[in-house]
């Protein structure tokens, strides 16, 4: 698989890295261990080596560790801190103490010397961003991190923790249905030198075409808190998913390798995350590596998918006020 830098960091990451989450939170119960161990092998030999973790996703990071410890030093384990004791329900704390206490944890858990990126998960408003990015710049200092990064963040907030510490990437939502990064972020990024990580970024599933207005989740999959996957709304936003599905059928590719093409093709240092708990998943998105979009085609997507307003808010009120805007 191709590399990529992201942003002039000088990390250099596979063209798609391998978003973790769903093996263990968010989406129903969590994978058999043995198989979620399998799945995330397989992504490092198809060539696969950005993983994307977080202390939040309960034991994920215990898995990543377990799953990449034959790999130490050929890939870069990202993970995240800024949620009270771990737990997103609980509410932001990115302390300087809480920060410092994560890392101790993450790089016991990842079983590894340093963590490779280190995202604040989301912006607090309690704790002035330059304390973070200074919690963090020390630990980099001290060789118990590489890099830093943000999620979710905004213009603000990107700047001021740029000036304090160099952020070598952003890590927010990105995709067909979510292109709000495109007006004020992606500008900013290419300022300022800095990488982009979508994740969801196929619609957190919906852009693949294997869901519809009937489908019915897990009781403990979070979808089932967002308006954007109300029934009204997904039948509504089945349109976007049939146009995706044309363009994909002409280029004998699946909606989802287009989706992941497009979000390539924007621009060189965009490394999208998308995640699975399904080998032959693994191996369909991973393709949409070597597939080049060509200006005619994405011509086309835009004609075709940028008149289309996608239906429902991408979070339930009480994570989107977890959103630095």
């Known amino acids: 698989m191709q590399k990529r830098q992201l942003g002039t960091s000088g990390l250099h990451v596979s063209a798609l890295g391998f978003g973790c989450m769903g093996l263990t939170f968010g989406y129903g119960p969590a994978t058999d261990r043995q198989n979620a161990i399998a799945v995330i092998r397989s992504a490092v030999e198809q060539g696969v080596t950005l993983f994307d973790t977080a202390e939040a996703y309960t034991n994920n990071e215990d898995l990543v560790g377990e799953a990449l410890a034959p790999f130490r ?73 590489k890099h830093f990064g943000l999620s979710e963040a905004g213009v603000q907030t990107i700047r ?48 693949t075409g294997g869901i519809d207005a009937t489908t019915m989740f897990d009781a403990s999959d979070f979808r089932n ?62 393709g949409a590596a070597a597939v080049l979009l060509t200006p005619a085609e994405l011509v086309a997507i835009q004609a075709a998918l940028g008149h289309i307003a996608v239906q429902g808010n991408r979070y339930a009120p009480a994570s989107q006020k977890m959103i630095d805007r």
């Open 73 to 145: 030093g050929q890939v870069v384990i990202a993970t995240k801190f800024g949620f009270k004791n771990g737990k997103p329900a609980e509410g932001m704390d990115s302390r300087p103490e809480r920060i410092r206490a994560v890392a101790e944890q993450s790089l016991k858990r990842l079983g590894v010397d340093a963590l490779d990126l280190f995202y604040q998960h989301r912006p607090d408003p309690a704790v002035p961003i330059e304390d973070v990015a200074g919690t963090v710049r020390d630990l980099i200092k001290e060789g118990k991190v």
């Open 160 to 207: 001021r923790a740029h000036a304090v510490q160099p952020v070598t990437a952003l890590q927010s939502e990105y995709s067909l249905w979510w292109r709000e990064p495109e007006e004020a972020i992606l500008p900013l990024l290419e300022e300022l030198g800095i990488g982009f990580v979508p994740f969801s970024p196929l619609g957190k599933g919906f852009l």
């Open 225 to 286: 808190t967002v308006p954007r996957f109300a029934a009204d709304a997904r039948k509504a936003n089945q349109l976007l998913v049939d146009q995706l599905g044309a363009i994909a059928t002409a280029r004998a590719l699946t909606p989802a390798q287009v989706a992941l093409a497009w979000l390539l093709a924007q621009e060189p240092w965009i490394v999208p995350i998308p995640g699975t708990t399904k080998l032959h998943r693994l191996a369909e998105n991973l």
